[in-house]
């Protein structure tokens, strides 16, 4: 009886370990691809992330030869023991209505834990198409608003470098003077520290992805 009980839990958790990495499969293709502003779903998340993800490499990391999809980035931020030479930086390459585009990952860290998102560069590679923020644990109504379109819209336009390919940061400012000017977004009212997680994270990745860009240029 013993034996049979055994038995049938371990196929149990088979199968609700295979159910939750196809999951996270899933959600993070919809992630990804939320950032050239598709909306895909559970249900087609795969074969839209193959209609318009087109190649992905990674730039920069130890495992240049690795697949870009299975790198983990939040869990290669949360190793004390990598080096931040050797974190891998993937990159997405997608098209969409004839145009590329270039979707590069970010994570962080807000006020209660990890943030994460997506940011779609142009084929100027350079101008902000699209963004998108997630997180773990922050605040309703105030750190967790960085995941709204509300917040994340505001990178729409900006960019990442000057007309030399030199990295400049988007900085988050919380006295609302942010909108109409370059390189600036508002902050969220009462989520200060993890609007500066989000301003933290875009500054440390992109930077890699501008010099990046700027050496292939």
Known sequence: MVFVVGSLL???S?????????NATDKKMMSILSAINIDATRENA???YNKYVIDSKII???DLSANAFDIDIKKEFRDKNLSVSDRNYPLYICEKDGDKYYIIPVVGTGLWGPIWGFVALESDFKTIYGATFDHKSETPGLGAEIKYATYS??????TISDTTGTF???????DGSGSGINSRVDGITGGTITSKGVEEMTTRTLEVYANYFKSIN
Do not use: N
């Open 10 to 12: 371990a196929l149990a």
């Open 168 to 174: 400049k940061p988007i900085i988050v400012v919380k």
């Open 153 to 158: 819209d505001q990178y729409t336009g900006e």
């Open 46 to 48: 795969e074969e839209m």
């Open 60 to 62: 920069s990391g130890k």
């Open 14 to 22: 088979q199968g609700l370990k295979a159910s939750q990495e196809k």
